[in-house]
């Protein structure tokens, strides 16, 4: 990628339109909450207002919510037009990567999911989506085997690996273009491994992808 690609793509988070989320893309997340491994992939979106950039201040706990769980992804920033894109072809379509925390309302969910409502509540709030700096194909050489690591005032939560998937990022890139386009900017969310669990106002977060790069969070509630 030339040199003025990456500090273009470096902005993804002011730039991008879509953020395309997968649920339970790791067997041991979705024992962890009791749900039945998928047998394609579970799709929600997130939206940009939810971004929170390291530095720009704390996680914000949702107003009402009592259970606010971290949830560690490898995140994949889109380079051009997925349209249709064949699983061979996917590679060339990526601009390169961001580490993540889906930060997710447990409760909302919980509470939406035996309604059969939709888990918006739960996952779309301000802040919802704290994320590292652009990583380029270059410094990610293989994102499919790649470890993601997540602590709470520096106690291991979640210790996983993207080899853990369900769904690898070429079949869940390819699989999301045969039903709508993903633009350059856009960042597809490709699961969290096992571990998730509650922070609280006054916590820190870290989390880092492998030795390429680590990021820190703290946990404020929302006024």
């Known amino acids: ?53 390291e530095g720009a201040g704390p996680i914000l706990l949702p107003r009402g919510c009592t259970n606010c769980h971290h949830e560690v992804e490898l995140g994949v920033v889109i380079g051009s037009v997925c349209r249709d894109v064949e699983e061979k072809d996917v590679m060339s379509h990526i601009a390169g990567y961001a580490l993540a ?37 270059q ?10 690591w997540c602590k709470v005032n520096d106690e291991v939560r979640q210790n996983g690996t993207t080899s853990d998937m369900v769904f690898s990022i070429p079949y ?11 633009n350059p900017g856009d960042l597809v969310l490709t699961g969290t491994p096992a571990g998730v669990g509650s922070v609280q106002p006054g916590d820190v977060i870290s989390a880092g992808l492998g030795d390429l790069l680590t990021m820190k969070f703290s946990v404020a509630q929302r006024k």
């Open 139 to 148: 410094e990610l050489v293989d994102p499919s085997n790649v470890n993601l």
């Open 101 to 137: 925390l889906d930060m997710t309302a447990r409760d909302f969910q919980e509470e939406a999911k035996k309604k059969g409502n939709p888990w918006t509540m739960a996952k779309c709030f301000d802040t919802a989506l704290p994320v590292s700096k652009f990583l380029s194909k």
């Open 1 to 53: 990628m030339a040199a003025a690609q990456a500090q273009n793509f470096a902005r993804f988070v002011q730039w991008g339109r879509n953020v395309v989320a997968v649920g339970r893309n790791y067997k041991d997340h979705c024992a962890e909450l009791g749900n039945a491994v998928p047998t394609k992939p579970l799709l929600f979106m997130k939206p940009p207002s939810s971004y929170l950039e």
């Open 172 to 182: 869940l890139i390819s699989y999301i273009s045969q039903y709508f386009t993903l």
